[in-house]
């Protein structure tokens, strides 16, 4: 079994569309406060997303896997509809004040940018890895919430689903991107021990940091 063929596992494994709160939105289950409450703490990652790439691509020597890097950057970044913007358009799709997305994150939500920044700075291939792990979840993940909020959330507008749309497809790339660039780096089994270490150790994290937008929601949004 290849590296790849070993992080695929565990991310099945270990799928965040498997975790109760998703369920919930699946099945229609979660009240309008507690998606906002989502809206609100999942904003904390989006906006440091572009800072985990950042990380990762300073380290690289390589022009044409630090082009690949910056493609990903500047998708997140790049105009009026960079990616933290389309969240925040969400956001106010769910009923969130713009103004007011400044909740305290979670320590979970915290832990869970920590966790992903160590990686992305510890080395070129940990970074990696930790993005593989989140964004090859992530058009699945998209294509579920947007069937969720369409059918049970009165989410309809396109600027309220645009965030989804534009990950269903964008994060198909990335990824694939990145499972090149794990295999290039990834020589010896130190390194493989290593990549796999990052991989369960953002899953877990990201599974974490829903239990606390889920904890949180049921002390104060129910």
Known sequence: MDVIEEIDKRIQERSILKHPFYQSWKMGKLTREMLQEYA?????????FPQYLSAVHTQMDNA???RLV???????ENGENNHPELWL????????IRNDIGTVPTAETEDFIKNF???????????????????SQIPKVSEEKINGLVAHYGVTSDSGLEYFKVHM???VEHSAAERELIRKYVTDEETKKKVLEAVSNTLDAYWNMLSGIEKICKMECS
Request: hydrophobic share 40%; proline share 0%; aromatic share 10%.
């Open 40 to 48: 609100r703490q999942y904003y904390k990652h989006v906006a440091a």
């Open 64 to 66: 044409t896997d630090r």
């Open 70 to 76: 910056l493609q990903n950057l500047m998708d997140e």
């Open 89 to 96: 358009r969400f956001a106010e799709a769910t009923g969130v």
């Open 117 to 135: 920044m160590k990686h992305c700075k510890n080395s070129i291939v940990e970074g990696i890895a930790a993005l593989y792990a989140y964004e």
């Open 169 to 171: 497809t964008a994060d």
